[in-house]
């Protein structure tokens, strides 16, 4: 699995975007890109994937480079439940588990 | 959604003895779920993986005779701790994948005093 690096964290204001980086330098074509979050003592949450294309849904954006060697998560307006440690993975197709990084630390300032 | 709970959210333990935790997939089935731990301000680490019907395959450096995984339905994975100690306190993770994706449970806060 292709290994990602995150920033180990980030700031952002209230209501204002928050942009997460993703870099996964040796992803392989068959290997998607999954965003997950951990707010405090909880489980991780499904945020987004993506294999080529840039990805939109009712939590976040996700623009994948067209080298796919890196991403950025996009929270387009941040609020205070949104400060969680941000995911970022490569799985490959039909993979059958998740491996975590260290992830980002988002911490949404009022 | 596909929706996994897990039971107990926290448990309190003496050393020495045994604890369970059930993860449950509510609304779909599941031949495999995973199960992860994590101390505190570090990330999530794989333990095993749950197989219905078969053997759990555990991580490198995962004791698979003290951590018990029986998956006996398509719904019902427990994760069994046993002879606690100290050091196993941690957070208890379990997921399923879903659909394109995975789904977790809302872990277990295991402290053994």
């Known amino acids: 699995d292709a290994k990602t690096t995150q920033p180990t964290s980030m700031d952002c204001a209230e209501g204002r975007a928050a942009n997460l980086p993703c870099n996964h330098s040796?992803?392989?074509?068959?290997?998607?890109v999954y965003w997950y979050r951990q707010i405090h003592s909880q489980g991780p949450q499904y945020i987004i994937h993506?294999?080529?294309n840039n990805e939109t849904n009712e939590m976040a954006s996700l623009i994948i480079t067209e080298d796919r060697k890196s991403s950025t998560l996009i929270l387009p307006h941040a609020t205070l439940r949104d400060t969680a440690v941000y995911y970022c993975?490569?799985?490959?197709?039909?993979?059958?588990?998740?491996?975590f990084g260290t992830g980002t630390r988002l911490t949404v300032i009022p | 959604g596909a929706v996994v709970s897990q039971h107990p959210s926290r448990v309190i333990c003496k050393s020495g003895t045994s604890v369970k935790i059930e993860c449950r997939s509510l609304?779909?089935?599941?031949?495999?779920m995973f199960w992860y731990r994590q101390f505190p301000k570090q990330s999530l680490m794989l333990m095993a993986t749950?197989?219905?019907?078969?053997?759990?395959?555990?991580e490198q450096g995962v004791e698979k005779d003290k951590f018990l995984i029986n998956h006996a339905s398509l719904t019902l994975s427990t994760l069994t701790v046993t002879s606690a100690h100290p050091e196993d306190s941690s957070f208890y993770i379990c997921?399923?994948?879903?659909?394109?994706?995975?789904?977790f449970g809302s872990g277990t806060r295991l402290t053994v005093v």
């Open positions: 997921s399923a994948r879903a659909g394109f994706g995975y789904t």
């Open positions: 040796t992803i392989s074509g068959n290997e998607y």
């Open positions: 993506g294999l080529k």
């Open positions: 993975i490569a799985v490959p197709t039909g993979a059958n588990n998740l491996f």
């Open positions: 609304d779909f089935q599941a031949t495999t």
């Open positions: 749950s197989n219905e019907g078969s053997k759990a395959t555990y």
